[in-house]
C-alpha cells in the first residue's frame, strides 16, 4: 500500500475531529474552521490555504491526504445544459456525477461507489459488480469539484448515481453531515435526496438519525414475482418488509417519502400493478415518480409507451395517490446513471 493511501483523508474529518487534531498537533483549535472553508472551496494542494502559517500547511500535508479528483470526461448538453463528468479518482477508480439545471436551483446527482453488487436488471451501473465503497470525502469531492469546475452553486443534492447508498452506509451518513453542516458548503438537509433500493434495515437505521433529507425509494413494481425478477434485492428484503420499514421512516422523522417507479413494458406497467400500487401506498404520505426507463443494451427491458404511462398515472391518480411523470434531462447525452463511464471502460481510455 502505498504511503498516501495510508494517510488520513482530511476531506473526511469533520470540524470537531479537525479541531482535537489540530490540538494533538498543539495548533489552534479556531483553525480548523479554516481549513474546513479551504476545503469545501476545493483547493488542490494546501499551499492554498493562504492564512495558515507556512509550517502548519507543511505540517497537514505530511499528515493527511488531500483528495483531487480528476475530470477525465465531459458531455454538455445541448438541450438543457446538463453536464455529466467522469471523475478519476484516487487509486485510478472512476465515477460518475451529473450537474442538472432546475428552476428551484442546481441539482448535483452525486454517485456513492464505484459500481455497484446489487444486479438490478436494468442497471448500466449494476454491470460490473462493485469495485470498492466511496468515501465519505470522495462523495463530497463530486459536488465541490463541479461547483468549481462549472462555476455555478450548488443548492441541492440526490444521491442517485452509481452504488447503493445504504450499502456504504457508514460514508454516506458521514458525507450527509459533512455536505450539510455550518462552514462548509452547507446545502440544507432539506434539498438532499437519498435513493434506495430497498435495504430495509438500513432505512429502519437511517429513520433513527432523524435527518431531513428525502428519502426515495426505488420500488419499481409492487408485487415481489415481477420486483424479484428485476431487482435481487427484493428476495432479501421483499414488498411488505421494505413497506414496514418506510412506514418506521415517516413515523420518526416525519418525513414524506418520494417512490421511484419505472415504467418497463409488460413488466411494471401493467393496470393491475397501478392498483396493487396503490393499495400499497393507501393511507401513507408518499409521492410517486412515474421514471420512463431507459433501455441499456445488455437487457430485455423495454420503456413503456406514453399512453400507458398516462393510463397507469390516471389509475393512481382515482385512488388519491399523486404521481408525477419525471422529465428526461439531457436526452442528447448518455443519460442513464452508469452509462458514461460503462462507455469509457467498453472503449477501454481509463484502465481501472
Ligand atoms: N442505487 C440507488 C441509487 C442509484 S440508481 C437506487 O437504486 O435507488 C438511481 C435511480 O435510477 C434508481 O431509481 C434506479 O432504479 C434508476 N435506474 C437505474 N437504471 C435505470 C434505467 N435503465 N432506466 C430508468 N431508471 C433507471
Ligand atoms: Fe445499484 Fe441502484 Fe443500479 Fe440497482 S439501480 S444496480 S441498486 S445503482
Given at each position: 500500500m502505498s504511503e498516501a493511501i495510508q494517510k488520513k483523508e482530511i476531506k473526511c474529518l469533520s470540524i470537531e475531529e479537525l479541531k482535537a487534531d489540530l490540538k494533538e498537533m498543539r495548533e489552534k483549535p479556531f483553525r480548523a474552521g479554516q481549513i474546513f472553508k479551504w476545503l469545501h472551496e476545493a483547493v488542490e494542494s494546501f499551499d492554498e490555504m493562504t492564512n495558515l502559517s507556512k509550517e502548519l500547511r507543511a505540517k497537514l500535508s505530511e499528515r493527511y491526504e488531500l483528495t483531487v479528483p480528476i475530470c477525465v470526461r465531459k458531455q454538455v448538453s445541448q438541450v438543457d445544459g446538463t453536464r455529466k463528468y467522469l471523475w478519476q479518482m484516487r487509486g485510478g477508480d472512476c465515477v460518475e456525477s451529473v450537474l442538472m439545471r432546475y428552476e428551484h436551483g442546481n441539482t448535483v446527482c452525486v454517485s456513492t461507489q464505484v459500481g455497484?453488487?446489487?444486479?438490478?436488471?436494468?442497471?448500466?451501473?449494476?454491470?460490473?459488480?462493485?469495485?470498492?465503497?466511496?468515501?465519505?470525502?470522495?462523495?463530497?469531492?463530486?459536488?465541490?469539484?463541479?461547483?468549481?469546475?462549472?462555476?455555478?452553486?450548488?443548492?441541492?443534492?440526490?444521491?442517485?448515481?452509481?452504488?447503493?447508498?445504504?450499502?456504504?452506509?457508514?460514508?454516506?451518513?458521514?458525507?450527509?453531515?459533512?455536505?450539510?453542516c455550518?462552514?462548509?458548503?452547507?446545502?440544507?438537509?432539506?434539498?438532499?435526496s437519498l435513493s434506495t433500493s430497498g435495504l430495509a434495515d438500513k432505512i429502519e437505521l437511517l429513520a433513527n438519525e432523524k435527518l431531513q433529507i428525502t428519502l426515495s425509494i426505488s420500488l419499481h413494481a409492487p408485487d415481489d414475482e415481477s420486483r424479484?425478477?428485476?431487482?435481487?434485492?427484493?428476495?432479501?428484503?421483499?414488498?411488505?418488509?421494505?413497506?414496514?420499514?418506510?412506514?418506521?421512516?415517516?413515523?420518526?422523522?416525519?418525513?414524506?417519502?418520494?417512490?421511484?417507479?419505472?415504467?418497463?413494458?409488460?413488466?411494471?406497467?401493467?393496470?393491475?400493478?397501478?392498483?396493487?400500487?396503490?393499495?400499497?401506498?393507501?393511507?401513507?404520505p408518499a409521492h410517486v415518480n412515474l421514471i420512463p426507463l431507459n433501455p441499456v443494451k445488455e437487457s430485455p427491458l423495454q420503456p413503456s409507451s406514453r399512453d400507458t404511462v398516462r393510463k397507469f398515472q390516471q389509475i393512481l391518480e382515482r385512488h388519491g395517490v399523486t404521481a408525477t411523470v419525471r422529465r428526461k434531462l439531457g436526452p442528447d447525452i448518455d443519460a442513464a446513471c452508469g452509462q458514461l463511464r460503462r462507455r469509457t471502460l467498453e472503449e477501454g481510455e481509463i484502465i481501472q
Open positions: 455497484c453488487r446489487m444486479g438490478c436488471k436494468f442497471c448500466a451501473s449494476g454491470l460490473f459488480g462493485l469495485k470498492r465503497h466511496l468515501s465519505a470525502g470522495e462523495i463530497l469531492d463530486e459536488v465541490l469539484f463541479i461547483q468549481k469546475e462549472s462555476g455555478e452553486p450548488v443548492s441541492n443534492i440526490v444521491l442517485m448515481g452509481t452504488g447503493e447508498p445504504l450499502d456504504n452506509y457508514e460514508n454516506v451518513l458521514k458525507f450527509l453531515h459533512l455536505v450539510s455550518p462552514g462548509g458548503i452547507q446545502i440544507g438537509q432539506r434539498h438532499i424479484s425478477s428485476i431487482m435481487p434485492v427484493d428476495k432479501r428484503y421483499p414488498v411488505a418488509r421494505l413497506m414496514q420499514a418506510c412506514a418506521y421512516y415517516f413515523d420518526t422523522t416525519g418525513r414524506r417519502i418520494s417512490y421511484e417507479y419505472m415504467m418497463a413494458r409488460g413488466k411494471t406497467d401493467r393496470p393491475w400493478q397501478a392498483e396493487k400500487l396503490a393499495s400499497l401506498l393507501r393511507g401513507r
